[in-house]
């Protein structure tokens, strides 16, 4: 059997290396193996391996985290199967860090570093090179994955799924040279990341703009929770600035307003260890009661010898921006950091087209509810990787439970509801043909297309960022969701934000920054109505008019665009799920 995989974070090198055993497996990836967001990773990854922690603690403390809209077979599997997929990364050499402290070996009963982050409720964090987890995660599992038997193909760019019949049969690329082509699958994977640069500050890489997810939508899959967007509180206010792991508030760092006071202390009971919303929220006020100043972090208290062996790479960091953070408070602010939403899948990976799978943040299985938890998402990765790749050759189920045991009720919606940005030139039809499209892999292009060829910084992701990488189209897809669908939200906003979106129209697509603005666009315009249909605030999905969460309304919402007579997955949803959905409005 033929797998494609796309992306090649921790989710997608997990599952090729776990396929690859029994199919033949293709890994495409926009950039270079580690461009993702994986090796970008600070904190850790949440685990409960130590004698003083159990699975039902970390469970309880996901759940906490997700306000109570988490799913709760997703969160027990990734919890149980957590310690053996960690003890997985130890087999392969990736790094942990270790101690010898005699209070941390007693409690936990092993030599592995912990740290603790925000909503955790124990030191259960490990990590790796102090701050620099994903990294040595990402360069242990690449090295894996090239001793195995795997097509990797490197610097292409996902841009359309090929249905047909109703089933995704292969996907449509733009090649290193800027060129299109087609790659038969008996099954994809989608591995493909978040879509961070819907937002004008986020912490995420530059190839983080949504195109799996985007793929999906217009393919006609079932998306879910696209308006729970999550923004790390901490990112370094400065231009470029990079985000400042929760696991420095974790040993002790503080928040301090420009008059020196911490202010988290008056929001939340566990101050800046409180949830990333609560958290965020708070330095939105802070910032706003300031007349835009940032906040500071101060880690002064952690002492330098600590700070720099701790997070020698965080160090390193404030340095080069102009702060001695040993010494001094740092400028910080929330940025767009992860997608709770994402292509709805079942707990192994299936999603409602057969023929495609999809696994970490590009998947939605429930497991982050409302409000991922720091540091589960690596786990996530690990865990979902697993089971989406003993999954490809299972029997597809008669019924899914897309999202778990939470149900879906789902809106379809039609294309002039929110526009789609599908190029005629590129998109792949229902029947698995294109206009104008690429050709079956393996066989010549029809005639090479001079205006297709861009410089290696216009076309390819692992260029230098520069200031004015971001294109007209782009810059308004962020304004428009930065000032309207951001970490504040209300209905006005919302609904100037929905006809903004709607009056875009995107370029022929023909590069890969055109396929990016393209992905993007979709994304923002399914998001705001995603938004707009949610009145009430939950987790990170905050809004100034409905301050409140309402109980009656369903914790989930499934969204898919009306392809042809495609209808809706059969779905098993609960009857409490059905009334609520009855009284949730959906934008007109």
């Not at 709607?502 to 603005?517: G, I, M, N, Q, Y």
């Not at 989930?556 to 007579?565: E, K």
């Amino acid at each position: 059997m033929h797998v494609v995989i796309v992306g090649s974070g921790i989710a997608g090198l997990t599952t090729a290396i776990r396929a690859s055993a029994r199919h033949d497996v293709t890994l495409v990836t926009k950039g270079a193996l580690a461009d993702g967001a994986t090796a970008a990773a600070q904190g850790g990854v949440a685990v409960a391996l130590g004698a003083d922690d159990t699975v039902a603690l970390h469970e309880h403390d996901t759940h906490t985290a997700a306000v109570g809209s988490a799913d709760a077979r997703a969160v027990a599997l990734l919890c149980a199967d957590g310690p053996a997929r960690v003890r997985d990364l130890l087999a392969l050499g990736v790094p942990f860090d270790r101690t010898t402290d005699p209070d941390s070996l007693e409690r936990h009963g092993d030599d592995l570093a912990r740290g603790r982050e925000a909503a955790h409720g124990r030191w259960r964090v490990v990590h790796a090179d102090g701050d620099a987890t994903g990294a040595a995660i990402e360069r242990t599992l690449v090295a894996a994955l090239l001793r195995r038997h795997v097509t990797v193909l490197e610097r292409t760019c996902l841009t359309d799924l090929v249905v047909r019949d109703g089933a995704v049969v292969g996907v449509d690329v733009l090649d290193l040279f800027g060129e299109p082509r087609r790659i038969d699958a008996d099954t994809v994977v989608l591995a493909s990341g978040g879509a961070g640069h819907l937002y004008r500050e986020t912490t995420n890489p530059l190839v983080a703009t949504g195109d799996g997810v985007a793929a999906a939508w217009r393919a006609g899959a079932v998306l879910a929770d696209l308006e729970f967007v999550q923004f790390h509180p901490t990112r370094l206010a400065v231009p470029d600035g990079g985000l400042l792991s929760e696991a420095v508030r974790g040993e002790g760092a503080v928040l301090r307003d420009a008059a020196g006071r911490r202010f988290m202390t008056a929001v939340h009971p566990d101050a800046e260890l409180a949830p990333r919303d609560v958290v965020a929220r708070g330095i939105a006020a802070a910032v706003r009661d300031q007349g835009g100043t940032p906040v500071l972090l101060d880690a002064t208290g952690l002492g330098a010898d600590r700070l720099v062996t701790r997070f020698p790479g965080l160090t390193r960091a404030t340095r080069a921006a102009g702060y001695d953070w040993t010494r001094e408070g740092v400028p910080v602010a929330p940025a767009a950091h992860y997608a709770m939403g994402g292509i709805a899948t079942d707990s192994e990976g299936r999603t409602s087209l057969p023929g495609l799978l999809a696994v970490g943040e590009a998947a939605c299985t429930g497991v982050h509810g409302a409000n991922r938890l720091a540091s589960n998402s690596l786990l996530e990765g690990l865990v979902f990787g697993v089971r989406t790749a003993d999954a490809v050759d299972t029997p597809r189920p008669a019924r899914l439970r897309l999202r778990g045991d939470a149900g879906l009720p789902v809106h379809t919606v039609p294309d002039d509801r929110v526009g789609v940005a599908a190029d005629p030139h590129r998109a792949s039809r229902p029947d698995g043909t294109a206009p104008d499209g690429p050709e079956p892999s393996g066989s010549e292009p029809s005639g090479p297309d001079p205006t297709r060829h861009r410089t290696d910084d216009e076309r390819l992701p692992g260029g230098p960022p520069r200031p004015d990488r971001a294109t007209h189209l782009r810059q308004a897809v962020q304004t428009e969701m930065t000032e309207r669908v951001g970490l504040l939200r209300d209905a006005d906003g919302l609904a100037a934000a929905r006809r903004a979106l709607a009056a875009l129209r995107p370029p022929v697509a023909r590069s890969v920054r055109d396929h990016e603005d393209r992905a993007l666009l979709d994304l923002a315009r399914i998001t705001a109505l995603a938004a707009e249909a949610r009145t009430e605030s939950r987790g990170a999905h905050a809004r100034t008019d409905h301050p409140d969460t309402d109980p009656a309304a369903p914790v989930s919402v499934g969204w898919s665009r009306a392809v042809g007579d495609r209808h809706p997955p059969t779905v098993h949803a609960a009857a409490s799920d059905r009334s609520a959905h009855a009284q949730q409005g959906v934008p007109a």
